[in-house]
């Protein structure tokens, strides 16, 4: 692990006097070479090049700052910079060439006589955007404490992140240092802060940890905030994320957005909102996966034991459109207000849908939905299992048409799925799954109060919407969670 | 040559000796846990009856939900007053 006091991460001193720092590489530190040359007869310059170290001359008063230290440890942003240096360290700078810039800050007259009065200067090679990153690592002093491990240069680096067991089966991308810092940007907290204490090994898990797998999930760094307010709501206990990771049943953590960050990161809510094709959608829920498999130590024929899982558990993550629809959004609906930044987590399998071109009146539909989401886990089973229903903007129109709110569309939708009991126990319809025969007499609501969740997302066009069916609901196995998403 | 960071907790697992398996379960108390699924206590009804018919004495213990780890609380009872233990998943 680098050492913070090593000298690499210490600023080098400079030559007192005036000091030039320049790079072949740019057209204005050419011009100006014979100045240099005068500057260094004249005034005792020390020119400091970045890139060749013959230039502008060989000789005793031209420094090669080979691996940029003097460059990053002193914050030169332009070539040519003068410093003024007093007991090694800058007092004052001049940057580009400027003829009486220069000859007052060197305190020396005629400098470059056929020289055009000024010229700007050009980036230094220590901001460069290709080396900026590798630059950091090697002199910042990294804060990062997880182990390092090196793959060989004869290793796939892609097979040997999945030899070691930390990949879902899919690509990884490789967690360097440079990228995790750069991922640790994203967020204001610090990289040892602790985010959870994650099942099922229950292993505190800081937003370095959280950070590393973003990276490998493929995440860019404005999504590490979702990520790690996602992994909040996951290690609660009313998620419950040991059962959810250790049940038979192929259900895993949905994560749905609200708010702002939706649009900050450039998330969809339109067309194939719950299929592939953008990188937001497509990763936090990744990202979330693979913290629980890597850190908490949850793995598919581990702890995981579901009987066959879904494509949802490779991570499922989708904004809610709210701009399109004319309800009050997901998050609101669950005490949170317009302009905050919520995940919520639902615990749900892959979703389905239902078609129906045909409803015009939002009675017609409503029955329709109600009717598919009966079959909600089971057709047989009531109460034990929360639903999410997608609504497509055109479905939510007939919605809207009608002048129907949340409150309304749940309250009719709730009177359809009040079920006769003697339909649902044990043995009724010649099937001998059901709710126990004590329960023959009475009306059974197929969601318990709060237990079906309604959001608004999807393609313009497709008079379809899609159920995502839940899983043991309440103190008996998860609630849904809704956790604000901070900076 | 790349670096990276490993992913992982870094857990370094603590290895526990196993109890020595028992000659015979006569007078020794097995602990039975149903963890609450639909006809687990069919199944562990027999067991019981088999254990018993094998001399041993059964406790009879119950998760509050098949969908949690057991309490901590019914980790340490088992363990506590028991000599074995068989849990049982009736999926």
């Known amino acids: 692990m680098p050492d913070a006091q090593s000298p690499a991460t210490t600023a080098p001193a400079l030559p007192d006097g005036l000091v030039a720092v320049v790079k072949r590489d740019c057209a204005t530190c050419v011009l100006i070479a014979p100045v240099l040359a005068d500057l260094a007869d004249r005034a005792g310059l020390t020119v400091v090049t970045q890139d060749d170290p013959e230039f502008p001359a060989t000789a005793d008063w031209v420094m090669h700052d080979s691996d940029l230290a003097i460059s990053w440890h002193h914050d030169i942003e332009t070539v040519p910079t003068v410093l003024s240096v007093t007991d090694g360290r800058p007092t004052d700078r001049i940057v580009g060439w400027n003829r009486s810039e220069w000859e007052s800050f060197t305190g020396t007259d005629h400098l470059g006589p056929g020289l055009p009065d000024w010229r700007p200067g050009c980036g230094s090679l220590s901001v460069d955007p290709t080396l900026t990153d590798e630059l950091a690592v090697r002199f910042s002093g990294s804060v990062l404490k997880s182990r390092r491990v090196e793959i060989a240069s004869l290793e796939d680096d892609w097979d040997a992140m999945h030899d070691r067991g930390w990949s879902d089966g899919m690509p990884l991308v490789p967690p360097t240092e440079a990228r995790v810092l750069r991922m640790l940007e994203g967020t204001t907290r610090p990289a040892d802060d602790l985010v959870a204490v994650v099942p099922p090994d229950l292993v505190e898990c800081t937003v370095e940890k959280v950070a590393v797998n973003a990276v490998m999930a493929g995440c860019r760094p404005e999504y590490l905030p979702v990520v790690i307010a996602a992994l909040e709501a996951a290690c609660t206990d009313e998620f419950n994320m040991h059962g959810l990771l250790a049940t038979t049943m192929p259900v895993g953590p949905v994560l749905i957005v609200n708010g702002p960050i939706r649009e900050r990161i450039a998330m969809n809510s339109g067309i194939n909102v719950l299929g592939p094709g953008n990188r937001a959608n497509s990763t936090i829920g990744r990202a979330l996966q693979l913290v629980i498999r890597n850190v908490g130590g949850g793995r598919p024929g581990g702890v995981d034991r579901a009987t066959h899982g879904s494509p949802a558990k490779y991570g499922l993550c989708f904004p809610e459109d709210e701009e399109g629809s004319p309800w009050d959004s997901l998050a609101e609906s669950r005490g949170f207000v317009d302009g905050q930044s919520t995940v919520t987590l639902f615990p749900g399998e892959s979703p389905r849908i239902l078609v129906d071109q045909m409803s015009r009146r939002p009675e017609s539909l409503t029955r329709h939905l109600a009717l598919a989401l009966r079959a909600n886990i089971s057709p047989k089973l009531a109460m034990m299992f929360d639903s999410m229903l997608v609504l497509s903007p055109e479905h939510m129109s007939r919605y809207r048409d009608a002048g129907w709110d949340r409150a309304r569309f749940l309250d009719e939708i709730g009177d359809l799925l009040t079920l006769p009991g003697e339909e649902l126990i044990r043995g009724a319809g010649g099937i001998e799954e059901g709710i126990p025969a004590a329960l023959a007499d009475g009306p059974i609501p197929k969601f318990r109060p709060g237990g079906l969740l309604v959001v608004h997302a999807g393609g313009g066009a497709g008079l379809f919407s899609s159920i995502i069916a839940g899983w043991v609901n309440g103190s008996m196995g998860t609630d849904p969670v809704t956790r604000e998403i901070t900076p | ?91």
């Open chain 2, 1 to 91: 040559m790349t670096t990276v960071l490993d992913p992982t907790g870094e857990l370094t697992p603590q290895v526990r000796e196993r109890v020595p398996r028992p000659e015979s379960l006569r007078g020794l108390t097995v602990g039975l846990l149903d963890i609450s699924k639909p006809r687990g206590d069919v199944f562990l009804n027999r067991v019981e009856a088999k254990l018993l018919d094998l001399g041993a004495n059964v406790n009879r213990y119950r998760k509050p939900t098949f969908a949690k780890p057991a309490p901590v609380d019914l980790r340490h009872e088992i363990a506590t007053q028991c000599d074995a233990v068989i849990e049982a998943l009736a999926d």
